[in-house]
């Protein structure tokens, strides 16, 4: 591990992103998961964020096959959505990052009824990756509708059977891979046991943090979450044996961080 990013690992930073980025040697981040503050949805305590700088920084950190995880939605404005995500996502592809894949975050719930389009239950989550994957370990708890096993005989066009002598079959499995189409339970009680993050005002799933965690690394890597808001991302990686970085420029979003690592 490069010993200029050892004095920041399993800390919480109160700085801009951009700055202490800037301060972390080349291909050093395993995972960059992290839900940044997009159009005007929520109140962040009047901060800004210059997402160019923090997209090239962040580019500048990933290791070779590391990944980072971008959660995004968009607002409504004048009858018609923003596209902030698709933007930003193609400015991820400009910086050289490969879109491994667009997943979708379905919530169980809608903040607020829709009275002229279907009801908002969803955000992105884009995956993007320097190169390929180094790290791909895939939850497989979407049951499969039959289990059973069937034979590796194939019978080819004159009549006769391939593998002739074969006697082995394929055994299918209870469960399978998962589709990119991920849902949790939201809410208080259910994002979080942490009473405390909901001083945030918008939070993500620990579970959430949890599947991608465990989906694009291995045990003692390095898990960034430059934008860290209640520190959701830190907390499940020190539960999971990552090394984690939080950084976030709200000292009253550190304070909840710091709440929410006694807990882990």
């Given at each position: ?7 920041f690992l ?7 992103c ?36 923090i ?18 939605g ?26 491994h ?9 809608f903040?607020?009824p ?6 908002q ?46 006697t ?22 259910n ?7 909901f ?11 949890e ?30 044996k ?23």
């Open positions: 591990m490069e010993k200029e990013l050892v004095k399993d800390t919480i930073i109160c700085s801009d951009v700055e202490v980025l800037s301060e972390f040697p080349k291909n050093c981040i395993d995972l960059t998961l992290t839900s940044p503050p997009y159009d005007a949805l929520r109140d962040y305590n009047d901060f800004s964020f210059d997402f160019k700088k997209a090239s920084q962040l580019y500048r950190v990933t290791k070779k096959g590391g990944v980072v995880v971008w959660v995004i968009d607002s409504t404005i004048n009858g018609s959505e923003t596209g902030v995500s698709f933007r930003q996502a193609l400015y991820f592809k400009e910086l050289g990052f490969a879109l894949d667009t997943m979708i975050y379905q919530k169980s719930g903040a607020y829709s009275t002229k389009r279907y009801h239950i969803f955000e992105y989550m884009f995956i993007f990756s320097k190169g390929r994957p180094k790290s791909f370990n895939p939850i497989k708890d979407k049951p499969n509708k039959t289990q059973y096993t069937f034979s590796k005989k194939r019978r080819k066009k004159d009549g006769s059977m391939t593998h002739e002598n074969d082995s079959r394929i055994e299918v499995s209870p469960f399978g891979m998962r589709t990119n189409i991920w849902k949790y339970t939201t809410g208080r009680g994002s979080t046991k942490d009473k405390i993050a001083a945030h005002p918008a939070i993500f799933p620990e579970k959430l943090c599947d991608h965690i465990k989906s694009w690394t291995n045990p003692e890597e390095v898990v960034l979450d430059p934008l860290m808001g209640s520190g959701t991302t830190i907390k499940v990686a020190k539960l999971l990552r090394h984690f970085i939080g950084i976030d420029i709200s000292e009253e979003y550190c304070k909840i961080a710091r709440e929410r690592m006694k807990l882990a």
